[in-house]
T-cell receptor, first 112, second 117 residues
Framework: KQEVTQIPAALSVPEGENLVLNCSFT??????LQWFRQDPGKGLTSLLLIQSSQREQTSGRLNASLDKSSGRSTLYIAASQPGDSATYLC???????????FGEGTQLTVNP | DAGITQSPRYKITETGRQVTLMCHQT?????MFWYRQDLGHGLRLIYYSAAADITDKGEVPDGYVVSRSKTENFPLTLESATRSQTSVYFCASSESRGIVGGNQPQHFGDGTRLSIL
């Protein structure tokens, strides 16, 4: 059974800092990996999706990497802003269908 | 651009009652999903559907029933609600472009907060 772990569970940084969120998974036979953002009381917003054949994806100040062999992904956020404060979730897609297994998330607070 | 909508947003009911959570998407996505989100467990898949009239169990299907008679709708029914089903429920959808195209991102609704007394 796939297990997804995110470390740290919570992170507080000053505005402007570059930061890295970590995600690890136990079964390297994945189809894709997706990073989401969740604001309080809201649903999830997809940030980046990396197919299993890819090593990284970039969107604006966000960069996600994938190392299947080691079972790891990182989400890099450059020049953090208070508006980046949210919970960030990592989810791994199975080899069949589109099922996702989620980590419990990292709660990020960016202080002005 | 309605996207994916869930109703109701909030619901309070009593144990033993039947309750149905609605999910509607306007993109004609093939895949639809139901998750529950609980502290200490994260998001867990309840049921999913690859197309109309095709559904399959996820990680925690017991006590839930789904149907998908139309591509755009994917209701979730709790046949006899229990307190352990108090949770936030999220519906999601995605398109799949096959092995070559790969899976596309899942898009989520805003959730239904369900309390069972």
């Amino acid at each position: 059974k796939q297990e997804v772990t995110q470390i740290p569970a919570a992170l507080s940084v000053p505005e402007g800092e570059n930061l890295v969120l970590n995600c690890s998974f136990t079964d390297s036979a994945i189809y894709n990996l997706q990073w989401f953002r969740q604001d309080p009381g809201k649903g999830l917003t997809s940030l980046l999706l990396i197919q299993s054949s890819q090593r990284e994806q970039t969107s604006g100040r966000l960069n996600a990497s994938l190392d299947k062999s080691s079972g790891r992904s990182t989400l890099y956020i450059a020049a953090s802003q208070p508006g980046d404060s949210a919970t960030y979730l990592c989810a791994v897609g199975e080899t069949s269908g589109s099922r996702l297994t989620f980590g419990e998330g990292t709660q990020l607070t960016v202080n002005p | 651009d309605a996207g994916i909508t869930q109703s109701p947003r909030y619901k309070i009911t009593e144990t033993g009652r039947q309750v149905t959570l609605m999910c509607h998407q306007t993109w004609s996505h093939s895949y639809m999903f139901w998750y529950r989100q609980d502290l200490g467990h994260g998001l867990r898949l309840i049921y999913y559907s690859a197309a109309a009239d095709i559904t399959d169990k996820g990680e925690v299907p017991d006590g839930y029933v789904v149907s998908r008679s139309k591509t755009e709708n994917f209701p979730l029914t709790l046949e006899s609600a229990t307190r352990s089903q108090t949770s936030v429920y999220f519906c999601a959808s995605s398109e799949s472009r096959g092995i070559v195209g790969g899976n596309q991102p899942q898009h989520f609704g805003d959730g239904t907060r369900l309390s069972i007394l």
